[in-house]
Structures are given as structure tokens and as C-alpha cells.
């Protein structure tokens, strides 16, 4: 089964700097999700990736897939407190399959 | 745009009781429907595919007979909790797909259902 390992685990960033979550994952991506959860909330969609080498943005947050199509990273820049929250990748397991693996999740604090 | 809505949004019950919980397709039709559990600062863990008209998938480690999935109709899948005891309090959350959108379309979440059984 696909594992998806994200990383930091946390992150506690100062209002208005950039930062980058990274998304690994253990066999190749066919299609590579991005959400954003608040605690106790569902998942709002981000964004979905999947060709190698694919960049897609909204808003601030630019998301990436890498050529091997195995490691995708979300970059937000100039953070405010909106975009706190929780991070999660999600990958499917090829076309048709609509059931995903999640990564681990990355907890974003802003500070003022 | 598509939405898809689960109810209740949180639930508590005794510990023994059976508790549903519903997820619906707001204006699409989806003959299959995913539902998930989340606990306490972890990702999310896929419970099973819920198949419209037929027996759900689970995957493995998640016990049949504890939650029980009925997908009655296009637009309705169900999870049944039975017999709860409180290890099963958790988050769980349901997602669809707009057949419309195609592969590349949204996978749409509901906003979950919180269940505490004491």
C-alpha cells in the first residue's frame, strides 16, 4: 500500500513570512491532493496534481509535483492567520480509484 | 458547486448503543461514497467504499459487523456504529466524487460527524 510521509509535522510561522510542507511518498503518485483542515471541521480542497513536473497555484499557496511524480510540496507565501490549520496530502491509487491515502498531516500555527 | 453533508455533526451516546450516521450528495449523484476515521491529531484513515446497491468494501482491520455501511440510494450512504463502546469515539468524515467532473474533479468531504460515546 502507498505511504505518504509529510513533513514538518508542525510548524509555527510569523504572520506575513513563507513556508514550504513537503509531501513524500513511497511509490508514484497518479494524482497527488492537497487539503486544509480545521481541527474538528472537514477538509477544504486545495488543489490536485498530477502530471510530473505540474505546478498549480491559488491565491498565496502554490503546490508542486515533482518530475517522479513521488514528492509534491505546498508553499504559501506571506502567511496570515487564515491559512493556520492543518495540512494533509492525499494520493490516490490511479485513474478510477477515488479512495485516498492521506499523509500524516502538518499543523501550521501563525503567530502575530 | 457540489456539496456533500453528513449528519450529525457530533454525537454523544452511551457506551452499548448504536449510533447512524448519514452522508449525502447535495445535487450529484454518487454511486460510491468513502468514509473515513480521524482521531485525536492524526490523519485521516480510510474505513471503507460504500457501493451504491451493493455490499461495501472495508479495508482491512475495520470489522463489518461494528460499522455497518447501507448506500441505499444515489445520493445517501449511511455508517452504522453498533454497539459503540468508547474506543470508537473518533471523527469520521465521508467523501464523493462529481461523476460529472470526471477524474480530475473535486473529491468533496463532508464536514464530518464527531461521536463520543461514553
Known amino acids: 500500500s502507498q505511504e505518504l510521509e509529510q513533513s514538518p509535522q508542525s510548524l509555527i510561522v510569523q504572520e506575513g513570512k513563507n513556508l514550504t510542507i513537503n509531501c513524500t511518498s513511497s511509490k508514484t503518485l497518479y494524482g497527488l491532493y492537497w487539503y486544509k483542515q480545521k481541527y474538528g471541521e472537514g477538509l477544504i480542497f486545495l488543489m490536485m496534481l498530477q502530471k510530473g513536473g505540474e505546478e498549480k497555484s491559488h491565491e498565496k499557496i502554490t503546490a508542486k509535483l515533482d518530475e517522479k511524480k513521488q514528492q509534491s510540496s505546498l508553499h504559501i507565501t506571506a502567511s496570515q492567520p487564515s491559512h493556520a490549520g492543518i495540512y494533509l496530502c492525499g494520493a490516490d491509487e490511479g485513474f478510477g480509484n477515488e479512495k485516498l491515502t492521506f499523509g500524516t498531516g502538518t499543523r501550521l500555527t501563525i503567530i502575530p | 458547486g457540489a456539496v456533500v453533508s453528513q449528519h450529525p455533526s457530533w454525537v454523544i451516546c452511551k457506551s452499548g448503543t448504536s449510533v447512524k450516521i448519514e452522508c449525502r450528495s447535495l445535487d450529484f449523484q454518487a454511486t460510491t461514497m468513502f468514509w473515513y476515521r480521524q482521531f485525536p491529531k492524526q490523519s485521516l484513515m480510510l474505513m471503507a467504499t460504500s457501493n451504491e446497491g451493493s455490499k461495501a468494501t472495508y479495508e482491512q482491520g475495520v470489522e463489518k459487523d461494528k460499522f455497518l455501511i447501507n448506500h441505499a440510494s444515489l445520493t445517501l450512504s449511511t455508517l452504522t456504529v453498533t454497539s459503540a463502546h468508547p474506543e470508537d469515539s473518533s471523527f469520521y468524515i465521508c467523501?464523493?466524487?462529481?461523476?460529472?467532473?470526471?477524474?480530475?474533479?473535486?473529491?468533496?468531504f463532508g464536514e464530518g460527524s464527531r461521536l463520543t460515546v461514553l
Open positions: 467523501s464523493a466524487r462529481d461523476p460529472r467532473a470526471g477524474y480530475t474533479g473535486e473529491l468533496f
